[in-house]
């Protein structure tokens, strides 16, 4: 059974930093992406960043050159750093992963519990 656990969420002011991790542990034979997405009170889940094995990148343009995603390949886990955190970045955020189990498999999506971000002074 796979696992995604999240940790690093929290309070914090405007322009401040917060770092997320999100670890994936099991049954993982293979990790093709590992992402973030999050979902503000009233709005749909939307992606914040994505990172492939090799270490292709993709970032909502509202966190472009805000938000970092990083990926440790050897730990299967993933990491999200936000500078200059601004109110409306305030949300539930959700690690994400497609991954196969075994190498006979079909790639599968996978999802983290979430940990809430509150940007506010």
């Known amino acids: 059974q796979v696992q995604l656990v999240e940790s690093g969420g929290g309070l914090v002011q405007p322009g401040g930093s917060l770092r997320l991790s999100c670890a994936a542990s099991g049954s993982i034979f293979r990790i093709q992406t590992m992402g973030w997405y999050r979902q503000a009170p009233g709005k749909q889940r939307e992606l914040v960043a994505d990172?492939?094995?090799?270490?292709?990148?993709i970032y909502q343009d509202s966190v472009k050159g805000r938000f970092t995603i990083s990926r440790d390949n050897a730990e299967n886990t993933v990491y999200l750093q936000m500078n200059s955190l601004k109110p409306e970045d305030t949300a539930v955020y959700s690690c994400?992963?497609?991954?196969?189990?075994?190498?006979?498999?079909?790639?599968?999506?996978?999802w983290g519990q979430g940990t809430q971000v509150t940007v506010s002074a």
């Open positions: 990172i492939t094995s090799g270490g292709t990148t």
């Open positions: 994400n992963s497609v991954l196969q189990e075994t190498s006979g498999s079909i790639y599968r999506n996978y």
